[in-house]
């Protein structure tokens, strides 16, 4: 368990534009990976393909994973996120448990969840490994190039949207149902929750966020496990936007959801994700507006464009030039990449945002 290092951290961000990392699975790509190699022997019988589960591969490549948190810290990321973005028993249940709608036999529903995976003794240990050793992984790379530059580097413990949602039915037919409970979102969060801070972690991110009642149950799943265990550690809260104005799919915009979550005191508040720097600057400019605490901010690399070299629109110098203008623009004290964003991306985005002055906050100064 680490100490607070929430006093360090906000030392550091009224100096400097901190930098975050790039996407884990854009970099896996690069690797040339096989279903094989996700299997590896633990999961070798597994029914369904695993490969496009990144987050297995803590487990079954752990080598990988190492080397590509390694190379974002030599890129210039001061705060690295742990390969555990969908590594909850709900999330992981896509690959391990067999959904009932494919025999036929009705709908995924609270029932469905309650039996057969938050109780399910397989999948709550798969959760544990993931965070655990996912949080270790980073943790040693930080350590190791903290050591070496004499700057230390953080470990943020990804904390993904989950694959169903609180705010929306996925029933056209019946707008009143929900797949889960807001308690058994609450409960998967909490077992990710302590198994990260188990494994070593600074910060605790909650991202992507597209559904606010999501997001809600983690950020009250990280207050309740920080109180049980008498632990204090910062809290990072980054939403994904999209063209029509709204912040989520459960339609909050910037304002609403700095209002929802301000109670919970985060080190930063942002954005990630979404359409591409270019589109996520009007949000990110609301979002400025209101917030009484750090601003964090990284988009995915322009939209999907499976003609370019990562799969995405914008090059390391695009990523470039957007970061500058927004530090210029007073936008920023966390910057990074999404969806598309190697480590050359944060390379650049490291140099551009170097020497600039962060975003104040209101009412402070730097």
């Known amino acids: 368990m680490q100490p607070d290092p929430t006093a360090e951290l906000e030392h550091a961000l009224a100096e400097r534009i901190l930098v975050l990392d790039g996407a884990m699975g854009t970099t896996i790509r690069g690797y040339g990976l096989e279903e094989k190699d996700a299997r590896g022997t633990r999961f070798a019988d597994s029914e369904k393909d695993l490969l496009n589960n990144g987050d297995i591969l803590t487990l079954t490549k752990p080598e990988v994973i190492a080397d590509i948190h390694k190379r974002f810290y030599e890129a210039g990321s001061d705060i690295v996120e742990t390969n555990t973005f969908s590594a909850t028993t709900i999330s992981q249940s896509e690959f391990f448990v067999e959904d009932p709608?494919?025999?036929?036999?009705?709908?995924?529903d609270p029932e469905f969840f309650e039996e057969q995976v938050l109780h399910n003794e397989f999948l709550r240990q798969l959760a544990t490994d993931l965070n655990v050793e996912g949080a270790q992984l980073a943790r040693k790379e930080a350590d190791r190039i903290a050591e070496e530059t004499g700057r230390k580097r953080y470990v943020a413990g990804a904390i993904g949207p989950l694959t169903v949602s609180l705010s929306n039915s996925p029933d056209a037919d019946d707008a009143g149902?929900?797949?889960?409970?807001?308690?058994?979102?609450?409960?998967?969060?909490?077992?990710?929750?302590r198994a990260l801070i188990e494994g070593g972690v600074d910060i605790l991110m909650v991202e992507?966020?597209?559904?606010s009642l999501n997001a809600k149950a983690a950020l009250v799943a990280c207050q309740e496990v920080l109180d049980?265990?008498?632990?204090?550690?910062?809290?990072?809260?980054?939403?994904?936007?999209?063209?029509?104005?709204?912040?989520?799919?459960?339609?909050?915009?910037?304002?609403?959801?700095?209002?929802?979550?301000?109670?919970?005191k985060p080190l930063a508040v942002g954005l990630n994700c979404s359409l591409g720097p270019d589109l996520m600057k009007p949000f990110l400019q609301d979002l400025d507006k209101c917030a009484t605490t750090n601003l964090s901010c990284y988009p995915n690399a322009g939209l999907p464009n499976p003609l370019a070299p990562t799969g995405f629109d914008l090059e390391p110098v695009h990523m470039a030039e957007y970061m500058t203008e927004f530090a210029e623009a007073g936008l920023l004290n966390m910057a990074g990449g999404c969806c598309g964003?190697?480590?050359?991306?944060?390379?650049?985005?490291?140099?551009?945002v170097a020497g600039k002055a962060p975003r104040a906050l209101p009412g402070l100064e730097n």
């Not at 964003?341 to 490291?350: D, F, G, K, R, S």
């Open 228 to 264: 049980e265990s008498n632990n204090r550690l910062p809290i990072i809260i980054s939403a994904a936007v999209g063209r029509g104005g709204e912040t989520m799919i459960s339609a909050q915009k910037g304002e609403a959801l700095w209002n929802a979550v301000a109670h919970v």
């Open 341 to 352: 964003n190697t480590p050359e991306h944060i390379a650049a985005i490291a140099q551009a």
């Open 208 to 211: 992507t966020i597209f559904d």
């Open 101 to 108: 709608r494919e025999k036929g036999t009705g709908r995924k």
């Open 177 to 193: 149902f929900r797949t889960v409970t807001f308690d058994q979102v609450k409960a998967d969060y909490a077992h990710q929750i």
